[in-house]
């Protein structure tokens, strides 16, 4: 099975930095993925790390630490409409099915005050 | 590219009632899910399927049946609503599973 950890809530101001993290404990890590999702709306793919490391897309990065099971979102110049939930997702390779299965965790609630 | 479609947006059933859940892609993906979206609990994954004629079950199974006849389509059928499958569903699918999923806008659906 899979166990996959965010905080379920984080509040921070426009303009500032704001740090999501994400831990998980699996068999078969083959990936781990951001998603935003703004309220009553789909999960929209941010970001994607397979290798230990920071991945860095305009204002959002991912960072990547296989051997602790620990990733990141950062999120800088904060906007108000970067209020959404963001969720860490784990790819797992099934290996007896010989598939991929994406595991979500519950997704953490940013609020961005002015 | 009309991406993945899902129907109807709402819909309201009785409890013991049948539906059908559509889902369509039209990306050539080979992967396709289904998860269904509660408060507090996140997305789980209810079946998915690594191509036509080729299903599997998720993490919450019970209560629902897929079938995958061709790659476009992945539909999901509730064959006796309960109040329990009250939740926002999403198909989302993959070109191979490797890569990210694109998910569809959902079906709210509310069994009473």
């Known amino acids: 099975g899979q166990n996959i950890d965010q905080p379920t809530e984080m509040t921070a101001t426009e303009g500032a930095i704001v740090q999501i993290n994400c831990t998980y404990q699996?068999?078969?890590?083959?990936?781990l993925f951001w998603y935003q999702q703004h309220a009553g709306e789909a999960p929209t793919f941010l970001s994607y790390?397979?290798?230990?490391g920071l991945e860095e897309k305009g204002r959002f990065s991912s960072f990547l630490s296989r051997s602790k099971g620990y990733s990141y979102l950062l999120l800088k110049e904060l906007q108000m409409k970067d209020s959404a939930s963001y969720l860490c997702?784990?790819?797992?390779?099934?290996?007896?099915?010989?598939?991929?299965?994406?595991?979500f965790g519950k997704g953490t609630k940013l609020s961005v005050i002015p | 590219n009309a991406g993945v479609t899902q129907t109807p947006k709402f819909q309201v059933l009785k409890t013991g009632q049948s539906m059908t859940l559509q889902c369509a892609q039209d990306?050539?993906?080979?992967?396709m899910s289904w998860y269904r979206q509660d408060p507090g609990m996140g997305l789980r994954l209810i079946h998915y399927?690594?191509?036509?004629?080729?299903?599997d079950q998720g993490e919450v199974p019970n209560g629902y049946n897929v079938s995958r006849s061709t790659t476009e389509d992945f539909p999901l059928r509730l064959l006796s609503a309960a109040p329990s499958q009250t939740s926002v569903y999403f198909c989302?699918?993959?070109?191979?599973?490797?890569?990210?999923?694109?998910f569809g806008s959902g079906t709210r659906l509310t069994v009473v």
């Open positions: 399927s690594v191509g036509a004629g080729i299903t």
């Open positions: 790390n397979v290798l230990d």
């Open positions: 997702a784990v790819r797992d390779l099934n290996s007896g099915a010989g598939s991929y299965q994406l595991t």
């Open positions: 699996t068999s078969g890590f083959n990936g």
């Open positions: 990306m050539n993906h080979e992967y």
């Open positions: 989302a699918s993959s070109k191979t599973g490797f890569y990210g999923y694109t």
